[in-house]
């Protein structure tokens, strides 16, 4: 998404339209993001609002060498993945989310597939959940996501396949396995 570089240049001076003009620009996939890493929809609000006030006061150190929508987004990531790490060190020990206690945000408009996903991706431990947000859903690579997150190369691939298998799991009732031999063409073995 290209954002107008004199509306950039506004913001930068302190033009609060110009501000805003970014923010409905660009607020659905940055506060999208910050919820999929977080899956706590209250504490994904609050870190969003941090994320913003982040942006705008990065603002003038925006370069131009990428797009606006780039730059927000890393910083979006940055700043989410600081703040889950706070909140690590001040609980002291990291707790699953009980799968009883999954909050999703109901909206009419969402199918139900979607929904589905989304809770089975809230079920996945901070850790599973950070890596399969950024590598399957973001697109980053396991390299970059071993730097964001401060782990290894393999520990975000092996992060990434208990994510996967959990989800497999957590979706399988979604999956019709009415007749699993003739979707998989398998034939059974003759003695």
Same mark, same amino acid.
């Given at each position: 998404?290209?954002? +107008?570089?004199?509306?950039?240049?506004r913001?930068?001076?302190?033009?609060?339209?110009?501000m805003r003009a970014?923010?409905v620009a660009?607020a659905?996939?940055?506060?999208?993001?910050?919820?999929?890493?977080?899956?706590?929809p209250?504490?994904?609000?609050d870190?969003?609002?941090e994320?913003?006030?982040?942006?705008?006061?990065?603002?003038?150190?925006w370069?131009?060498?990428?797009q606006?929508?780039t730059?927000a987004h890393r910083?979006?990531?940055? @700043?989410?993945?600081n703040?889950? @790490?706070?909140?690590? @060190?001040?609980?002291?020990?990291?707790v699953?989310?009980?799968d009883?206690?999954?909050?999703?945000?109901?909206?009419m408009? @969402?199918?139900?597939?979607?929904?589905?996903i989304?809770?089975?991706?809230?079920k996945?431990s901070?850790?599973?959940?950070?890596?399969?947000?950024?590598?399957?859903?973001?697109?980053?690579?396991h390299?970059?996501?071993?730097?964001?997150?401060?782990i290894?190369?393999?520990?975000?691939?092996s992060q990434?396949f208990?994510?996967?298998a959990?989800?497999?799991?957590?979706?399988?009732?979604?999956?019709?396995?009415?007749?699993?031999?003739q +979707?998989?063409?398998?034939?059974?073995?003759?003695?």
């Amino acid at each position: 998404m290209a954002t +107008d570089p004199l509306t950039i240049r506004r913001a930068i001076n302190g033009d609060e339209s110009a501000m805003r003009a970014l923010w409905v620009a660009h607020a659905p996939r940055i506060d999208a993001v910050v919820r999929r890493l977080v899956g706590d929809p209250d504490q994904a609000a609050d870190i969003a609002q941090e994320v913003w006030i982040q942006i705008f006061r990065a603002l003038p150190t925006w370069r131009g060498d990428s797009q606006f929508s780039t730059w927000a987004h890393r910083i979006a990531v940055n @700043r989410t993945l600081n703040a889950l @790490r706070s909140v690590r @060190r001040i609980a002291k020990l990291e707790v699953g989310i009980e799968d009883d206690t999954v909050a999703v945000d109901e909206d009419m408009d @969402r199918s139900f597939l979607a929904q589905s996903i989304d809770e089975a991706v809230q079920k996945l431990s901070p850790g599973a959940r950070a890596v399969f947000v950024l590598h399957d859903i973001e697109g980053y690579t396991h390299e970059e996501i071993a730097q964001e997150l401060g782990i290894t190369s393999g520990g975000s691939k092996s992060q990434l396949f208990k994510a996967r298998a959990k989800l497999r799991r957590l979706l399988a009732h979604l999956v019709d396995v009415s007749s699993p031999a003739q +979707d998989r063409n398998y034939v059974t073995p003759l003695d």
